[in-house]
């Protein structure tokens, strides 16, 4: 496998798992034990009570995606302890996780709750499904998703609360003012240049938001 260019910055580099190991370390017994091929009542909740998940996907060659995906809490289905149900929205329509599944059917899964800061996470293998009996229940605001992941699950199990707890990542204290961000439109004359209009596409797109528009 060819090095990534960052490479040329520096010589001082991992290789090899045993030269990890030795920095590092080895996980605790009980931090291994954790790691299960299927839920239970208690990893369940996570699940239930997860309104986000980021989806990791990968095509055949390695090269990966990772997108997010939101709905009011429990939009994830279980359908039973080893196989859950993605249903799938309207987006931009470029694909990327579904055109990674058709390639590649691994996928990771991190479920987000709200002020909690252990997530969870979930990794397996994944089909595309137009099934109408499987996406009926994923129904709202009246329209029917076109499609889903159904996930096999090969390992589920939490993951702890340090990066939420160093990012101070739900202290409303630390919340930015989006305004000190570029807006859409801004990320786009930036790239395509000072003719492009920003404020038209920003004031469009807000109006689509707030019609719902392709939500669902």
């Not at 055949?60 to 429990?74: F, H, I, L, Q, Y």
């Not at 397996?124 to 009926?136: E, F, H, K, Q, S």
């Amino acid at each position: 496998m060819t090095a990534p260019e960052s490479h040329r910055l520096t010589a001082d580099l991992i290789h090899t798992e045993a030269q990890l190991r030795d920095l590092i370390g080895e996980p605790l017994p009980l931090t291994c034990a954790k790691i299960t091929d299927r839920l239970n009542a208690a990893t369940r909740l996570y699940i239930e009570r997860s309104p986000l998940v980021c989806l990791a996907t990968s095509d055949a060659e390695g090269r990966c995606d990772v997108s997010p995906r939101g709905d009011p809490a429990g939009f994830v289905r279980i359908l039973d302890d080893r196989t859950l149900l993605l249903p799938e929205r309207p987006g931009n329509r470029i694909a990327d996780s579904l055109r990674n599944v058709l390639a590649n059917p691994r996928v990771g899964l991190l479920f987000i709750i709200p002020g909690a800061t252990d997530t969870f996470r979930v990794n397996g293998r994944a089909v595309i499904t137009t099934d109408a009996a499987l996406l009926a229940p994923s129904a709202l605001e009246g329209k029917t998703p076109r499609l889903a992941l159904l996930l096999d699950i090969e390992e589920a199990y939490t993951q702890c609360s340090k990066a939420f707890l160093r990012s101070h990542f739900w202290d409303p204290a630390r919340f930015i003012d989006p305004a000190v961000l570029p807006t859409g439109g801004e990320v786009h004359r930036a790239i395509q240049g000072e003719d492009f209009d920003a404020a038209r596409y920003d004031a469009e797109r807000a109006e689509r938001y707030r019609r719902r528009e392709g939500f669902y």
